[in-house]
């Protein structure tokens, strides 16, 4: 793997639509011809199996923390095979696709398909997902906003894969598989430092939203019980009494897109923009559904909230850093109501009690722990941005690899289990990394 990979001896015109030239010795082949359309009633006990932008095609139960967007109803579903080639008609073009290591069923999205006799799914899967992320899919299906597709059978004729002999396709991928593990030990190494890092500047927080920034000052009992004392000039206050809480307004997927003037927020972030805005000035949002529901997000001039996200109005004057990271200390997320969507118990959470200094004071303690982790922040900005560039160069070098402009028959490379590679992008430090059929 230290080997410095080279381009093939000869090139020639691709005869891939999407692509220049090819290794002279590659062909191409319709993705239809390439499978069988699989069309099977599910079995009464079959799990649920779904397909993910990081090219995993899995049962749910094997996904910790997912996030899940949306219900789907019991009707129409499929079913699906251990090395069957799954693709989501609405996130085709996202690379929403691969193949899948379980047995079970799946939601009518998805085009299900059996390989053919001499079929290397696998390398089929690279291929196409590079095409997704190149933009040639999106060029090929219809798109209903700059985040979902309408993919349908038919558009199986229109895409073409580059087709390396057997034997190098075989090789790509196990190419592909030890790269997959290097990269993943590398990002493992820096999720743990942000975790680390995160713990520290929690801990920082922590202390000063609920004790304040005087370590000898009088105490008192708060009377909550996840506090115990705070200091003895604070009050205790409800959360109704700070701030009113609603939820935010719907929006169409229709009216949301990829660029525009004013930005949408959902329960976990920035979504898309549209053409209107709801709200003008500084706002906390809480996540209202969905697995992060309590999550705290900050949102300023002006946007349009959803209906996924709980808006805090301001009823009295507070610092919004402050209340903001005591609310983040709080846990919201303990609040929500199992079904099938998680969901944020909203008037519980205006009931709750919180510690509250004078406002003068909230503006000190803002400052303070801005200032406390300003070098943590940097820190953890950098790791982040590292888990990036290592995406983006395996990113780059999976594309240079499926479309043979760099050559890896010379390596000897033993077979490695794709159960034993775990997924690259089974979570995630932005929003980006969306699951598959529901939308919020």
């Known amino acids: 793997m230290t080997?410095?990979?080279?381009?093939?001896?000869?090139?020639?015109?691709?005869?891939?639509?999407?692509?220049?030239?090819?290794?002279?010795?590659w062909s191409a082949i319709r993705l239809d011809r390439l499978f069988r359309y699989r069309s099977e009633?599910?079995?009464?006990?079959?799990?649920?199996?779904?397909?993910?932008?990081?090219?995993?095609?899995?049962?749910?139960?094997?996904?910790?923390?997912?996030?899940i967007k949306g219900v789907v109803h019991e009707t129409g579903w499929q079913r699906i095979h251990v090395g069957d080639f799954a693709i989501s008609g609405m996130n085709a073009h996202l690379g929403g696709m691969g193949v899948s290591d379980s047995e079970g069923k799946c939601s009518p999205i998805y085009l299900v398909l059996e390989p053919r006799p001499g079929t290397n799914a696998h390398f089929v899967s690279l291929a196409v997902r590079h095409a997704a992320h190149f933009g040639a899919i999106k060029a090929l299906v219809q798109t209903i906003r700059f985040n979902s597709a309408d993919m349908k059978r038919a558009d199986l004729k229109s895409i073409y894969v580059p087709l390396?002999?057997?034997?190098?396709?075989?090789?790509?991928?196990?190419?592909?598989?030890?790269?997959?593990?290097?990269?993943?030990?590398?990002?493992?190494?820096?999720?743990?430092l942000i975790e680390l890092l995160n713990e520290q500047k929690q801990a920082i927080i922590h202390r000063a939203v609920t004790r304040g920034l005087d370590p000898t000052v009088p105490l008192k009992p708060s009377g909550i019980d996840w506090l115990g004392d705070i200091p003895a000039h604070w009050t205790v206050a409800r959360i109704k009494h700070l701030v009113r809480m609603r939820s935010g307004d719907g929006i169409t997927a229709e009216r949301i897109e990829e660029t525009g003037e004013f930005p949408v927020?959902?329960?976990?972030?920035?979504?898309?923009?549209?053409?209107?805005?709801?709200?003008?000035?500084?706002?906390?949002l809480i996540g209202r559904q969905g697995a992060l529901c309590g999550n705290i997000q900050y949102a300023s001039g002006k946007f349009w909230a959803s209906e996924h996200a709980v808006v805090c109005t301001p009823i009295k004057p507070f610092d919004q850093k402050w209340l903001g990271e005591l609310l983040k200390v709080m846990n919201l997320n303990q609040y929500s109501?199992?079904?099938?969507?998680?969901?944020?118990?909203?008037?519980?959470?205006?009931?709750?009690?919180?510690?509250?200094?004078?406002?003068?004071e909230q503006e000190q303690i803002s400052l303070w722990f801005l200032e406390q982790t300003?070098?943590?922040?940097?820190?953890?900005?950098?790791?982040?941005?590292?888990?990036?560039?290592?995406?983006?160069y395996r990113t780059r070098l999976v594309a240079d690899v499926v479309t043979g402009q760099l050559d890896v028959r010379h390596l000897d490379l033993p077979e490695v289990e794709e159960s034993l590679i775990e997924a690259i992008d089974t979570e995630s430090d932005s929003e980006e990394d969306e699951p598959d059929e529901g939308v919020e």
């Open 337 to 360: 109501i199992s079904a099938a969507q998680p969901g944020l118990a909203v008037e519980r959470i205006k009931s709750l009690q919180l510690p509250l200094p004078p406002i003068a």
């Open 265 to 284: 927020f959902g329960g976990n972030g920035l979504r898309g923009f549209t053409d209107a805005f709801t709200h003008v000035g500084d706002y906390i």
């Open 3 to 25: 080997t410095v990979l080279k381009p093939y001896s000869s090139y020639a015109p691709s005869p891939v639509p999407w692509l220049d030239d090819v290794p002279a010795e």
């Open 374 to 392: 300003a070098d943590l922040e940097l820190v953890l900005a950098k790791a982040r941005s590292e888990i990036d560039l290592i995406r983006e």
């Open 41 to 67: 009633e599910p079995l009464e006990g079959d799990a649920r199996v779904t397909g993910y932008l990081d090219g995993r095609v899995t049962l749910r139960s094997n996904v910790a923390g997912q996030k």
């Open 164 to 192: 390396p002999p057997p034997e190098e396709q075989a090789q790509i991928v196990r190419f592909i598989r030890h790269l997959d593990q290097r990269v993943n030990r590398l990002i493992k190494t820096k999720r743990r």
